[in-house]
């Protein structure tokens, strides 16, 4: 049975958004919205019914069992040390970014969906892959119960194997992507309908 938690978001951008929205869609609840940009801070902020703070001791004074850093990877630790409390489990949201970024707290874990997310695109299903990791087994009790608020496939994954994965990923998705671009040049060329290979 899943529990219900309160968690804050620092960050705004399309993963904040999915993570915000589908979150609460689940029964959490979140508390605050963490951003540098004020306006983009209070449209999510507003979306989800919650409040916009730009000042790390509201969000450390809050009664929440995590505080989700859903910013650029080269942040991640830097927002890291200025949400970090005492009694908060700090989760970022990066395949490429060890753990041990979140050292500065006492509790600290991963929720990495492998997936591509667009604010304005988001996937309304639940079969998004889902790597976690944490600190420690109590913690990851904590993370795994927030990942399965959006996600039927969830796995642990520790540094190594979410850095191979998101190079997988990556290779992957461009690589597709690129093959695709040609086929499409080749049918123009040829002038022959593009649609039959999509």
Not at 47 to 70: C, F, G, H, Y
Request: hydrophobic share 45%; aromatic share 6%.
């Amino acid at each position: 049975k899943r529990l219900i938690m309160k968690f804050s978001i620092a960050g705004t951008g399309n993963m904040a958004w999915f993570l915000a929205h589908r979150l609460i869609m689940s029964g959490h609840q979140c508390l605050a919205v963490f951003g540098r940009d004020k306006a983009k801070a209070e449209e999510l902020a507003t979306s989800v019914n919650s409040t916009v703070t730009s000042d790390p001791s509201d969000i450390k004074r809050l009664q929440q069992e995590a505080v989700i850093l859903a910013v650029a990877d080269h942040a991640i630790g830097e927002v890291a040390a200025a949400l970090a409390s005492k009694n908060t489990v700090l989760i970022h949201t990066s395949g490429a970014t060890e753990i041990s970024v979140l050292e500065v707290s006492q509790a600290y874990g991963v929720i990495w969906p492998v997936y591509s997310i667009l604010k304005h695109q988001m996937p309304r299903h639940r079969d998004i892959p889902c790597g976690i990791d944490a600190s420690d087994a109590h913690t990851l009790s904590i993370v795994r119960n927030l990942a399965h608020g959006f996600s039927d496939n969830v796995f642990e994954a520790d540094d190594l194997q979410r850095q191979w994965l998101h190079l997988a990923a990556v290779i992957g998705n461009n690589f597709v992507n690129h093959l695709m671009a040609i086929d499409e040049m080749i049918c123009d060329n040829q002038s022959l309908p593009f649609s039959v290979l999509q």
